[in-house]
């Protein structure tokens, strides 16, 4: 089964980027539909996507951080990118990668994900 392990996450000055990357393994043969996204989440809040990336490339981002933040994917690396710039103390919380098979589009609802990494602090002041 699929297995998401989140790294890159610390503590930022307002204004400032950060690289969030997501190592996927255990990827069933012959499969190619893996769609995947960031969501972020602050204690006694519900999580919340941030930005999703279908199997085809296309991309969805909260409004919130739009024109701010970058989702990709390097296959080659199996690894999933979430380019964090012109931070936000709003934006501090946890961030977390998630992964699920057959989606074709990119969705921003945690309801559609099933592979959950275990999570990175990202801390804005």
């Known amino acids: 089964h699929v297995q998401l392990v989140e790294s890159g996450g610390g503590s930022v000055q307002a204004g400032g980027s950060l690289t969030l990357s997501c190592t996927y393994s255990?990827?069933?043969?012959?499969?190619?539909?893996?769609?995947m996204a960031w969501f972020r989440q602050t204690p006694g809040n519900e999580r919340e996507g941030v930005a999703a990336?279908?199997?085809?490339?296309?991309?969805a981002y909260a409004d919130s951080v739009k024109g701010r933040f970058t989702i990709s994917k390097d296959n080659a690396k199996t690894t999933l990118l979430l380019q964090l710039n012109s931070l936000k103390p709003a934006d501090t919380a946890m961030y977390y990668c998630?992964?699920?098979?057959?989606?074709?589009?990119?969705?921003?609802?945690?309801?559609?994900?099933?592979?959950w990494g275990q999570g990175t602090q990202v801390t804005v002041s």
């Open positions: 990336i279908a199997p085809n490339d296309k991309t």
């Open positions: 255990g990827l069933f043969a012959g499969r190619n539909d893996l769609g």
């Open positions: 998630a992964a699920d098979y057959g989606l074709q589009r990119p969705h921003l609802p945690a309801s559609w994900y099933t592979v």
